[in-house]
Protein backbone atom coordinates (compact mmCIF):
# COMPACT_ATOMS: atom_id res chain seq x y z
CA UNK A 1 0.00 0.00 0.00
CA UNK A 2 2.36 2.63 1.09
CA UNK A 3 4.53 1.03 -1.77
CA UNK A 4 1.66 2.45 -4.43
CA UNK A 5 1.16 5.77 -2.66
CA UNK A 6 5.18 6.19 -2.86
CA UNK A 7 4.99 6.33 -6.92
CA UNK A 8 2.80 9.38 -6.61
CA UNK A 9 5.56 11.90 -5.34
CA UNK A 10 5.02 14.84 -4.35
CA UNK A 11 2.73 15.65 -7.00
CA UNK A 12 -1.18 16.43 -6.03
CA UNK A 13 -3.73 14.19 -7.16
CA UNK A 14 -7.18 13.86 -6.78
CA UNK A 15 -9.81 11.52 -5.22
CA UNK A 16 -10.40 8.70 -7.71
CA UNK A 17 -6.50 8.88 -8.60
CA UNK A 18 -5.93 7.84 -4.94
CA UNK A 19 -8.82 5.66 -4.60
CA UNK A 20 -7.45 3.90 -8.26
CA UNK A 21 -4.27 2.61 -6.43
CA UNK A 22 -6.69 0.36 -4.59
CA UNK A 23 -9.02 -1.68 -6.91
CA UNK A 24 -9.61 -4.22 -4.74
CA UNK A 25 -11.80 -1.95 -2.36
CA UNK A 26 -15.82 -0.98 -3.43
CA UNK A 27 -15.22 1.81 -1.49
CA UNK A 28 -12.08 3.46 -2.64
CA UNK A 29 -13.35 7.07 -0.62
CA UNK A 30 -13.29 5.51 2.70
CA UNK A 31 -9.60 4.06 1.92
CA UNK A 32 -8.82 7.59 0.91
CA UNK A 33 -10.19 9.04 3.85
CA UNK A 34 -8.91 6.44 5.93
CA UNK A 35 -5.37 7.46 4.04
CA UNK A 36 -5.84 11.48 5.44
CA UNK A 37 -6.85 10.10 8.63
CA UNK A 38 -3.65 7.93 9.30
CA UNK A 39 -1.40 11.05 7.86
CA UNK A 40 -0.21 9.40 4.93
CA UNK A 41 -1.91 11.81 2.74
CA UNK A 42 -2.52 15.47 3.23
CA UNK A 43 -5.62 16.79 2.37
CA UNK A 44 -5.10 20.45 0.07
CA UNK A 45 -9.03 21.03 -0.87
CA UNK A 46 -12.02 19.14 -1.67
CA UNK A 47 -11.30 16.54 -3.96
CA UNK A 48 -7.35 17.23 -4.05
CA UNK A 49 -4.26 15.57 -1.83
CA UNK A 50 -0.87 15.08 -1.65
CA UNK A 51 1.22 12.03 -0.23
CA UNK A 52 2.59 12.99 3.10
CA UNK A 53 6.46 13.10 2.48
CA UNK A 54 6.98 10.38 5.29
CA UNK A 55 5.50 8.49 2.87
CA UNK A 56 6.69 9.07 -0.58
CA UNK A 57 10.36 10.28 0.92
CA UNK A 58 10.29 13.23 -1.29
CA UNK A 59 9.72 16.95 0.43
CA UNK A 60 6.81 19.04 -0.81
CA UNK A 61 6.92 21.77 -3.48
CA UNK A 62 4.65 24.52 -2.19
CA UNK A 63 5.30 25.57 -5.93
CA UNK A 64 4.29 22.56 -7.40
CA UNK A 65 1.07 22.42 -5.36
CA UNK A 66 0.10 26.30 -6.07
CA UNK A 67 -0.20 25.19 -9.67
CA UNK A 68 -2.45 22.56 -8.77
CA UNK A 69 -4.74 24.01 -6.24
CA UNK A 70 -5.97 26.67 -8.20
CA UNK A 71 -5.22 26.36 -12.35
CA UNK A 72 -4.42 27.79 -14.22
CA UNK A 73 -1.97 30.01 -11.93
CA UNK A 74 2.11 30.87 -12.14
CA UNK A 75 3.67 31.43 -8.84
CA UNK A 76 4.93 35.01 -8.70
CA UNK A 77 5.59 38.58 -7.24
CA UNK A 78 7.37 37.93 -3.95
CA UNK A 79 7.57 34.24 -3.83
CA UNK A 80 9.32 34.05 -6.85
CA UNK A 81 11.82 36.63 -6.33
CA UNK A 82 12.63 34.96 -3.20
CA UNK A 83 13.06 31.68 -5.22
CA UNK A 84 15.50 33.16 -7.26
CA UNK A 85 17.15 34.85 -4.34
CA UNK A 86 16.41 38.64 -5.44
CA UNK A 87 15.03 39.78 -2.37
CA UNK A 88 16.26 38.78 1.41
CA UNK A 89 13.03 38.36 3.19
CA UNK A 90 11.64 34.89 3.73
CA UNK A 91 8.13 35.19 2.05
CA UNK A 92 5.40 32.66 3.93
CA UNK A 93 2.46 32.80 1.71
CA UNK A 94 2.82 30.97 -1.90
CA UNK A 95 1.41 33.94 -4.25
CA UNK A 96 0.50 33.26 -7.29
CA UNK A 97 -1.65 34.91 -10.10
CA UNK A 98 -4.65 33.29 -12.27
CA UNK A 99 -6.95 33.99 -15.15
CA UNK A 100 -9.55 33.24 -12.60
CA UNK A 101 -11.09 34.91 -9.64
CA UNK A 102 -9.15 36.09 -6.78
CA UNK A 103 -8.67 33.24 -4.20
CA UNK A 104 -7.02 32.28 -1.22
CA UNK A 105 -6.57 28.99 0.62
CA UNK A 106 -5.73 27.67 3.68
CA UNK A 107 -3.73 24.20 4.18
CA UNK A 108 -2.12 22.29 6.38
CA UNK A 109 0.97 23.06 4.20
CA UNK A 110 0.73 26.64 3.83
CA UNK A 111 -1.74 29.57 2.47
CA UNK A 112 -2.09 30.05 -0.84
CA UNK A 113 -3.13 33.32 -2.53
CA UNK A 114 -3.93 33.95 -6.16
CA UNK A 115 -4.63 37.37 -7.50
CA UNK A 116 -6.32 37.80 -10.82
CA UNK A 117 -4.65 39.14 -14.15
CA UNK A 118 -5.88 39.59 -17.72
CA UNK A 119 -6.05 36.83 -19.72
CA UNK A 120 -3.47 39.04 -22.27
CA UNK A 121 -0.57 39.18 -19.32
CA UNK A 122 -0.78 35.58 -18.27
CA UNK A 123 1.31 34.32 -20.38
CA UNK A 124 3.92 36.78 -20.87
CA UNK A 125 7.54 36.24 -19.16
CA UNK A 126 6.78 32.84 -17.39
CA UNK A 127 8.94 29.83 -17.08
CA UNK A 128 9.12 26.32 -16.00
CA UNK A 129 11.50 24.41 -13.69
CA UNK A 130 12.14 21.47 -14.29
CA UNK A 131 13.44 19.38 -10.86
CA UNK A 132 14.04 15.85 -10.75
CA UNK A 133 10.68 14.11 -10.88
CA UNK A 134 8.32 17.37 -11.62
CA UNK A 135 8.59 20.83 -12.80
CA UNK A 136 6.31 23.90 -12.10
CA UNK A 137 4.97 27.14 -13.95
CA UNK A 138 7.15 30.30 -11.96
CA UNK A 139 7.15 34.30 -13.29
CA UNK A 140 10.36 34.79 -14.54
CA UNK A 141 12.55 37.75 -12.49
CA UNK A 142 10.61 40.54 -14.62
CA UNK A 143 7.38 39.15 -14.59
CA UNK A 144 7.42 38.48 -11.06
CA UNK A 145 8.34 42.74 -9.98
CA UNK A 146 5.46 43.11 -12.86
CA UNK A 147 3.47 41.48 -11.05
CA UNK A 148 4.22 42.98 -7.84
CA UNK A 149 3.81 46.42 -9.01
CA UNK A 150 0.59 46.18 -10.59
CA UNK A 151 -1.02 44.71 -7.86
CA UNK A 152 0.35 47.13 -5.07
CA UNK A 153 -1.90 50.21 -4.98
CA UNK A 154 0.26 52.40 -3.00
CA UNK A 155 3.12 52.08 -5.89
CA UNK A 156 3.38 54.65 -8.35
CA UNK A 157 6.86 54.97 -9.94
CA UNK A 158 6.28 58.20 -11.94
CA UNK A 159 10.23 59.06 -12.34
CA UNK A 160 13.64 57.57 -12.05
CA UNK A 161 14.44 58.16 -8.47
CA UNK A 162 10.93 56.66 -7.98
CA UNK A 163 12.64 52.98 -8.88
CA UNK A 164 15.66 53.25 -6.98
CA UNK A 165 13.78 54.01 -3.95
CA UNK A 166 10.99 51.34 -4.40
CA UNK A 167 13.97 48.74 -5.65
CA UNK A 168 16.62 49.48 -2.67
CA UNK A 169 14.30 50.48 -0.23
CA UNK A 170 10.82 48.93 -0.23
CA UNK A 171 11.67 45.70 -1.83
CA UNK A 172 15.39 45.45 -0.79
CA UNK A 173 16.30 44.10 -4.10
CA UNK A 174 20.07 44.76 -5.45
CA UNK A 175 20.08 47.54 -8.63
CA UNK A 176 22.90 45.61 -10.48
CA UNK A 177 20.30 42.60 -10.50
CA UNK A 178 17.86 44.54 -11.43
CA UNK A 179 20.08 45.91 -14.34
CA UNK A 180 20.88 42.55 -15.59
CA UNK A 181 16.97 41.85 -16.35
CA UNK A 182 15.54 41.60 -19.88
CA UNK A 183 13.69 44.54 -21.01
CA UNK A 184 11.43 42.63 -23.78
CA UNK A 185 9.78 41.32 -20.74
CA UNK A 186 8.83 45.09 -19.06
CA UNK A 187 8.20 45.95 -22.84
CA UNK A 188 5.62 43.62 -23.16
CA UNK A 189 3.90 43.58 -19.59
CA UNK A 190 3.58 47.29 -20.75
CA UNK A 191 1.23 46.71 -23.42
CA UNK A 192 -0.50 43.88 -22.11
CA UNK A 193 -0.57 44.79 -18.16
CA UNK A 194 -1.89 47.14 -15.65
CA UNK A 195 0.38 50.10 -14.23
CA UNK A 196 1.67 50.93 -17.73
CA UNK A 197 2.99 53.94 -17.31
CA UNK A 198 5.39 52.75 -13.63
CA UNK A 199 6.20 49.52 -15.66
CA UNK A 200 7.40 52.07 -18.36
CA UNK A 201 9.47 54.06 -15.95
CA UNK A 202 11.37 50.57 -15.19
CA UNK A 203 12.23 50.62 -18.43
CA UNK A 204 13.75 53.98 -18.55
CA UNK A 205 15.75 53.42 -15.38
CA UNK A 206 16.77 50.22 -16.89
CA UNK A 207 17.82 51.88 -20.21
CA UNK A 208 19.47 54.94 -18.71
Same mark, same amino acid.
Given at each position: MI???EHIGNIPVSTSAV??????????NQKVR???????????????????????RVALS???????????????????? %????????????????????? %???????? %???YQSIAREAFSIGITYINKQSYSFLIA??????????????????RYLKDVEIYLEEDIRMDIEDFRNMDVTIFEHYAQAGKK???VTTLIRYLRK
Open positions: TDLASLFPEMKAGNLEAAGQIIRLKKGLYVVSPKVSTELIANHLYAPSYVSKQTAL %RYYGLIPEAVFTTQSMTVKHS %RNFETPVG %RFETPEKALCDMIANSPKVNLAKS
